[in-house]
């Protein structure tokens, strides 16, 4: 059985490659656990966990939410369900490929 530890560079991977369909970057801080995620728009989301797979996304408030905002908010919320349920799954996930439909 797959622990947490070994899920999360996988999930991480994945995540990764499903941001750059959006065109969104993902920086990992210097805090364990903690991500930065920055749409074309400039908006920044901040990204952590204290348990995997219970993972907290913030809007980090830096000017004025916009209908865009919140149109990237819920494609990284839906990408963040998509690839947690993806490395959970899949008794082999090393194999995770992105040509699975969300």
Same mark, same amino acid.
């Given at each position: 059985? /797959?622990?947490? #530890?070994?899920?999360i560079?996988? %999930?991480?991977? +994945?995540?990764? $490659?499903? +941001?750059? +369909?959006?065109?969104?970057? +993902? /920086? /990992?801080?210097? $805090?364990?656990?903690?991500?930065?995620?920055?749409? &074309?728009?400039? =908006?920044?989301? @901040?990204? #952590?966990?204290?348990?995997?797979?219970?993972?907290? @996304?913030?809007?980090?408030?830096?000017?004025?939410?916009t209908? $865009?905002?919140?149109?990237?908010?819920?494609?990284?919320? =839906?990408?963040i369900? %998509?690839?947690?349920? #993806?490395? $959970? =799954?899949? &008794? =082999?996930? #090393? @194999?995770?490929? @992105?040509d699975?439909?969300?």
């Amino acid at each position: 059985m /797959k622990t947490a #530890s070994n899920l999360i560079p996988e %999930f991480e991977t +994945l995540f990764r $490659q499903k +941001l750059r +369909l959006n065109n969104c970057r +993902l /920086k /990992k801080k210097k $805090q364990e656990n903690h991500y930065e995620i920055t749409t &074309p728009a400039k =908006d920044i989301f @901040l990204m #952590s966990w204290c348990e995997f797979p219970k993972i907290n @996304l913030i809007y980090q408030p830096i000017g004025i939410r916009t209908k $865009q905002t919140i149109v990237y908010e819920r494609a990284i919320r =839906d990408h963040i369900n %998509f690839c947690v349920s #993806s490395v $959970q =799954d899949n &008794p =082999d996930s #090393s @194999l995770i490929t @992105l040509d699975r439909e969300n």
